[in-house]
């Protein structure tokens, strides 16, 4: 497998684990808009629309547009209200001698209000004023439109209240039962303004939109921007507010009246009259409204001075009206951002920076929905934000669980979702005749080797390479997931032992085909256990002793060599069971002191007289009696108890040389052998804890001998003669144990401070059969290669009198063996000593 197999490995696996959060966006959104639909958002979304309106510029009052405001103190002044038509009639007389261009009179004028209803009603008549009129509904009735007007100077009251009571539309005409469309009184005072200029007309495109100069005039739907099932009767708009402060100049009634105003002011302009009082009730809620707590009500004479000025601004300006995107448009954009809150809470796991993320998608959201706004658009902001941390908050939620139950490097399920899916795998065969499955528990060979040699990185590759491997063998059906470092299982169903048998060769011929990792092929074997589960299986009903059963079977193989599979059977759980007793008893032991040394003494091959004793230990179970150090120093290694242990025997041991060079007088000093284990060799403090033994003890360093095997100096060699030569420094002897066993460098051995060199017993044993072969060689290049370095010989495992007698022939110094004695207990290698034998 190629780097580039192996990324693409790790994209499949981002795309099929993203995949979720892609899901759940979309779900999101169908939800989103289903609540949209039923109007459970339009409120907020108004509220959004609101805030855009504050956050535009202002863009100050229009120059075409004049306000006369009749204001409280007018009210006061003039002394009732409604106004009499007379003074109506008063100041339409004196504006029309400034030649305004239109006037329009936001006053509803049905009934007469004396005196000077004449008067008025020849006033109005004139070409340039547009009356008023109020529709009637289904809530209120009409106000009728003062009389003798003509139809294209009438217009009707053009406020559309939302359900908040806030004016955000602008309905621009209505079709009347049996007469002709009826238009709005901004769109009559639009019309007689810009007569001369331009007409509005139906577009050739869109036959029931109206375009008019510049500007096309797009009609509210239903479901329009943020709106919900709008009651969108006859032809509307968006309003759009050009100022929350001046949308014209006002001046007061009384100011017309008196003639204080610049006729520059009226001339070629469009004055509205209309009431600015707060007391008339003639004021209405705007989007202002929230930021305006003195005043939070607009007059109606200055909404429709917005809408006027909207009007002028689309047509003859070119000024953006509000549009909205279509429905299938909406659906995108809210989903666009629920997938990104999707991703965002997916992709990144810490809380931190997954708010920042979090928080940055919805400056985001805001900036560009601002950005649209101002352009004209008016797109849904409350359901995308919706969307974005819905989605973001249950995918994270949902990924916290995801990752409780799935290895965040492979995708692969973990322990716990392996063992839930082997819990309903056991479930399934309750009631069923003849359903069996299998569990495969596979650990990689020597992958703590690439890892170390090639680095992590390299050795997740090679993970996600073996993954890929393992499911294109597979079934469907079937689960393979990540249980521990390098460590997988897999669960096969609907399978015999034969068949699962056949998956582990075939899995085995899947490995045998090297891993291109870094430009080096890589070779990588696994050891594999199988565990079968259901009617004919002799398992545990426990999927955790399944998986454990598997996880025996796989430690079976891997000791009997990489690249192996076995079967699990009854007698695999026994070992396994005792081997855990095993370890439980052996960390109380030493509470319990139930160890206890034996000495096996060498001799002087020359003298044939004892000249020291190896220590060995040897376990008294309380329940088991003696049992061998082969059976539990194996597991005090792995356990690391070996290096209490190994302590306790070098101080018993120094202790008991201690007693005997009391009690007997020797010709020359006895030596005491310890073996030093591979852990305890590694400890940064043994050279100190040998000084404090040997401080302790009383013991002359001369007389001890540290024995250590010659693949633990291997190991690191550096460091190993660093740590002989501190060992060396206090005097004490040392040995290497089981030469010629292991894989020595002789350029190594001749710096190693070394004393003795023992033969292992292996080469001696088959002395005897041999007058001048093989192993006589090996014995003699030996012993001439320690004296070449200094160093004198022990032959251990020495039985017979022959083989003795080659020794000595040899030239080999000291030997141990049976044929002087066996490990004894300590009184009874007292006792050998006192019969002072020789060999």
Known sequence: MSVATGLNLSYQNRRVRIL???????????????VRQLGGLQSLELGSFDSLVRLQPDSGPDPRLLVVGISEADIQALGRFPISDGAIAQTLAKLQKYQPKVIGLDLYRDLPQAPGHEELLAGLKAPNVVAIYKLSDSESQGVAAPPGIPPDRLGFNDFVLDPDGVVRRNLLSVSQAQKNTGFSFSVQVALLYL??????????????????????????????????????????ILLKYR????????????????????????????????TTAPSTRDVFLTPYSPAQQQSPKMPGVLVHAQM???????????????????????????????????????????????????????????????????GGGWVPLVSPTLGLVVTGVGVSAYRKLYDAFHDSLTGLPNRDLFVDCLGRAIANTRGRRSYLFAVLFLD???????????????????????????????????????VGGDDFAILVRNIDVDSAVDLADRIHQALIVPFELKGQEVFVTASIGIALGGESATVSEQPEHLLRDAHTAMYRAKALGTGRYQVFNASMHALAVERLQLETDLRMALKRQEFLLHYQPFVSLASGRIIGFEALVRWQHPLRGLIPPMKFIPVAEETGAIVPLGEWVLE????????????????QPLIM??????????Q????????????????????????????????DVESAIAVLKQMKALNVKLGIDDFGTGYSSLSYLSRFPTDTLKVDKSFVGRMELESEGENVAIVRTIVALAHALGMDVIAEGVETAAQLAKLRSIGCEYGQGYFFAKPLPSEAATALMASEPQW
């Open 20 to 34: 979720p959060a892609m899901l759940a966006g979309a779900t999101v959104t169908l939800l989103n808009m289903g």
């Open 195 to 236: 007569k001369d200029r331009v007409q509005p007309e139906n577009s050739r495109v869109h036959p029931h939109q109206i375009n008019w100069g510049k500007a096309e005039f797009l009609p509210l739907t239903a479901n329009s921007g943020g709106y919900a099932n709008l009651d969108a009767k006859g032809y509307q």
């Open 243 to 274: 100022s929350g402060k001046e949308v014209a100049r006002q001046v007061s009634i009384r100011q017309v009246l008196k003639g204080e105003i610049d006729p520059s002011w009226v001339k070629d302009k469009i004055v509205l009259i209309g």
């Open 308 to 374: 006027l000025s909207q009007i002028l601004s689309a047509v003859v300006d070119g000024r953006s009206l509000f549009w909205v995107w279509p429905e299938w448009a909406e659906i995108l954009w809210n989903g666009a951002w629920a997938m990104v809150g999707g991703v965002l809470a997916w992709r990144i796991q810490h809380p931190a920076r997954a708010g920042l993320a979090g928080g940055a998608a919805l400056m985001g959201l805001l900036g560009i929905s601002f950005g649209i706004f101002t």
């Open 444 to 482: 990689l060979d020597r992958f703590k080797v690439i890892n170390d040699s090639l680095g992590h990185l390299v050795g997740d590759e090679l993970l996600m390479a073996v993954v890929l491997r393992l499911r294109a063998i597979i079934g469907p059906g079937d689960t393979v997931a990540r």
């Open 652 to 667: 018993e041991a120094c202790r008991q040389l201690g007693l005997w060079e009391g009690m007997f007088d020797f010709a």
């Open 673 to 682: 052998s310890v073996n030093l284990s591979g852990k305890q060799f590694s």
């Open 684 to 715: 940064p403090d043994l050279v100190d804890r040998i000084q404090v033994i040997l401080e302790t003890t009383g013991l002359s360093p001369e007389s001890l001998k540290l024995e250590i095997t010659e693949s633990v100096v291997m190991d």
